[in-house]
């Protein structure tokens, strides 16, 4: 079985550009969820998407933004790019629903910032 | 408001000991915890989840125990091996809502020296 694909592995952008992510989950799995991971803050969360529906958002600006499509697989789209926003972005799926699946999460997007 | 904090940061050992690294969480209200480790520039794998009803959860060396009522959960790896060395993150999800949100510690930096 496939596991979580994050694409593309590396990006570098300059301020003000925009950039999206992609992240098919495994199989099955109808929630996504994406993180920021960074030196200083460590794992932070983002969004989660269930169903095509965004069902919790963390305190991020909205400059972040996602969305998920009706074959599960989840897009995140940062605006006006900062240098502030370079990161591991990592995106973890699981079967949804208040169970007690493990998340699998993916290799991640390292986002670099000019 | 959660929080999860992970001792200690850093952490060497020769190889073959046993060793234990912790996780405190302030809000007993959780649904499950989970650990994962992570390699350098990689993204997580999950080790082991132990529901809010169970005390611990055992795969090969590794053995993760939670204490829901004092808000902590202890890793033990058994043994250590050099491909032991990573960075080993817990995270809890939070009842109350249908969410997959997971709250992280700050991690455990582990070196284990051949």
């Known amino acids: 079985k496939a596991g979580v694909t994050q694409t593309p592995r590396y990006l570098i952008k300059t301020r003000g550009q925009q950039v999206t992510l992609s992240c098919s989950p495994i199989s099955g799995h109808r929630s996504v969820s994406w993180y920021q991971q960074t030196p200083g803050q460590g794992l932070q969360f983002l969004f989660e998407y269930f169903s095509e529906t965004q069902r919790n958002k963390g305190n991020f600006p909205g400059r972040f933004s996602g969305r998920q499509f009706s074959n599960s697989r989840s897009e995140m789209n940062v605006s006006t790019l900062e240098l502030g926003d370079s990161a591991l972005y990592l995106c973890?799926?699981?079967?949804?629903?208040?169970?007690?699946?493990?998340?699998?999460f993916g290799d991640g997007t390292r986002l670099s910032i000019l | 408001k959660q929080e999860v904090t992970q001792i200690p940061a850093a952490l060497s050992v020769p190889e073959g000991e046993n060793l234990v690294l912790n996780c405190s969480f302030t809000d007993s209200a959780i649904y499950n915890l989970q650990w994962f480790r992570q390699d350098p520039g990689k993204g997580l794998t999950s080790l082991l989840l132990i529901q809010s009803s169970q005390r611990e959860q055992t795969s090969g060396r590794l053995n993760a125990s939670l204490d829901k009522s004092s808000g902590r959960s202890t890793l033990y790896i058994a043994a250590s091996q050099p491909g032991d060395s990573a960075t080993y993150l817990c995270a809890v999800k939070l009842k109350g809502g249908a969410t997959n949100k997971l709250i992280f510690g700050t991690g455990t930096l582990l070196a284990v020296q051949p």
């Open positions: 973890a799926s699981s079967l949804g629903g208040a169970d007690n699946q493990p998340q699998h």
